[in-house]
């Protein structure tokens, strides 16, 4: 399921945690930080990853757009006189 802490050192070729992080990081692997500090990585990523198929996070919408622009009331101190 996920990669040991020998496999990740393989991986990665750092046995330091933020340098693992930084590493997986910096190549493109999904990964979440565990409880115990070390990342968590899926050995199907891993897998896909090093044969070439390139995963995607997945694409979310965005819900910033679907707020309504502020609108001024007119009480501002920004009219002009």
């Known amino acids: 399921m996920f990669l040991s802490v020998a496999e990740l050192v393989i991986l990665t070729g750092y046995k330091r945690r933020s340098c693992m992080i930084r590493w997986l990081r910096e190549n493109g692997f999904v990964f979440r930080i565990g409880a115990d500090g070390l990342p968590k990585v899926l050995e199907e990523h891993v897998r896909l990853q090093l044969s ?18 502020k609108v001024s009331n007119g009480s501002s101190s920004e009219n002009p006189s």
């Open 52 to 69: 070439g198929i390139v995963t995607k996070p997945r694409n979310l919408p965005n819900f910033a757009a679907l707020k309504k622009p």
